[in-house]
């Protein structure tokens, strides 16, 4: 593979060390979670790790602020509301962790809620993680830069978003029946 590895038995490791980092700046009230291909057994993946650390509503001002004492620059929402960027500042304990991209978002953000489901609905459903994992091999080997099989996978990530949707949407609305019925 070209732009992407199979998948690695140390990413949650990798996950693990930097959430130990993390955990010591910021309050207990935040959960860290690891994200995106790395957080899912078996699948092909670039050697990032992908964190998004959930804090309360309204504690974005203050997380920021607890980040930077880590040793990390906030780099604005990056064009994506309600999720801020992060990125470790050279010559920081931050900057020496295993690579990883962190992100922040409050509790009640789509995006924190989008990225969770994907996990979930993947490491639930193995055969849609599969199909998956070709499509991204697929795309890996057709493309012929980083940014091109970025663009490649995306119509299969949009696939297995809408689905992880409304699998966490019947999910919500079972136990919203499951809460009544039992009223």
């Given at each position: 593979?070209?732009?992407?590895?199979?998948?690695?038995?140390?990413?949650?490791?990798?996950?693990?060390?930097?959430?130990?980092?993390?955990?010591?700046?910021?309050?207990?009230?935040?959960?860290?979670?690891?994200?995106?291909?790395?957080?899912?057994?078996?699948?092909?993946?670039?050697?990032?790790?992908?964190?998004?650390?959930?804090?309360?509503?309204?504690?974005?001002?203050?997380?920021?602020?607890?980040?930077?004492?880590?040793?990390?620059?906030?780099?604005?929402?990056?064009?994506?509301?309600?999720?801020?960027?992060?990125?470790?500042?050279?010559?920081?304990?931050?900057?020496?962790?295993p690579y990883h991209h962190l992100y922040a978002c409050e509790s009640h953000s789509p995006e924190l809620f989008k990225?969770?489901?994907?996990?979930?609905?993947?490491?639930?459903?193995?055969?849609?993680?599969?199909?998956?994992?070709?499509?991204?091999?697929?795309?890996?080997?057709?493309?012929?830069?980083?940014?091109?099989?970025?663009?490649?996978?995306?119509?299969?990530?949009?696939?297995?978003?809408?689905?992880?949707?409304?699998?966490?949407?019947?999910?919500?609305?079972?136990?919203?029946?499951s809460r009544t019925a039992d009223a």
């Amino acid at each position: 593979m070209k732009f992407i590895t199979s998948y690695n038995t140390e990413w949650p490791a990798r996950f693990n060390r930097i959430a130990r980092f993390l955990r010591k700046y910021i309050p207990d009230t935040c959960l860290i979670h690891h994200i995106g291909s790395t957080s899912v057994p078996g699948m092909p993946a670039k050697d990032i790790i992908d964190i998004d650390v959930e804090c309360p509503n309204g504690s974005m001002p203050s997380i920021i602020e607890a980040l930077n004492e880590a040793g990390y620059d906030h780099a604005g929402d990056l064009g994506i509301p309600a999720r801020e960027a992060f990125t470790p500042r050279n010559g920081t304990s931050a900057f020496n962790l295993p690579y990883h991209h962190l992100y922040a978002c409050e509790s009640h953000s789509p995006e924190l809620f989008k990225h969770i489901t994907f996990r979930d609905y993947l490491v639930s459903h193995s055969e849609r993680a599969r199909w998956l994992a070709c499509q991204k091999i697929k795309e890996d080997k057709s493309a012929s830069s980083r940014t091109e099989y970025i663009e490649n996978k995306f119509n299969a990530y949009e696939i297995i978003t809408k689905e992880s949707l409304s699998w966490a949407k019947n999910i919500i609305q079972q136990a919203r029946t499951s809460r009544t019925a039992d009223a």
